[in-house]
């Protein structure tokens, strides 16, 4: 199943801001993450820390790229500016890697580097 690139960051947008929901839709089971602070989790990981996290209500995705490996692997990299309430704004270098089967698209990797 073939998907455009607004598609994938349209789906990335939704991790970010959506919370449980949208991992529990886009998420793999076998996905593995990586998070400053919190280092590398599984889907129900993440998942489990959402339910009391505040979502990202500002989020800004420049230097974005995407390299496409044959019809079902695509990977993403991009620059993130993300923004909770009053708090201070998180800024990071990610990477996410989607592959796509009969079921749709899932993510299957991300990563995510603090910069200052």
């Known amino acids: 199943m073939a998907i455009t690139d607004d598609n994938l960051w349209h789906a990335e947008r939704r991790l ?3 919370g ?7 998420v793999a089971p076998d996905c593995v993450m990586v998070f400053p602070g919190m280092g590398v989790m599984d889907r ?3 998942i489990a820390g959402l339910e009391n996290a505040p979502r990202w209500r500002e989020l ?3 230097e ?3 390299a496409r490996f044959g019809k079902d692997v695509a990977v993403l ?3 993130a500016e993300a923004k909770r309430g009053d708090d201070e704004t998180y800024t990071c270098h990610c ?3 989607y592959r796509g089967a009969d079921a749709g698209w899932h993510l299957i990797q991300h990563q995510q580097t603090v910069t200052d």
């Not at 449980?20 to 886009?26: H, K, P, S, T, V």
């Open 16 to 18: 970010w801001t959506e």
């Open 20 to 26: 449980a929901e949208a991992y529990g839709e886009l």
């Open 44 to 46: 129900a990981g993440a």
């Open 60 to 62: 800004d995705m420049s």
């Open 64 to 66: 974005r790229h995407v």
């Open 77 to 79: 990299a991009y620059r």
């Open 95 to 97: 990477s996410s890697t």
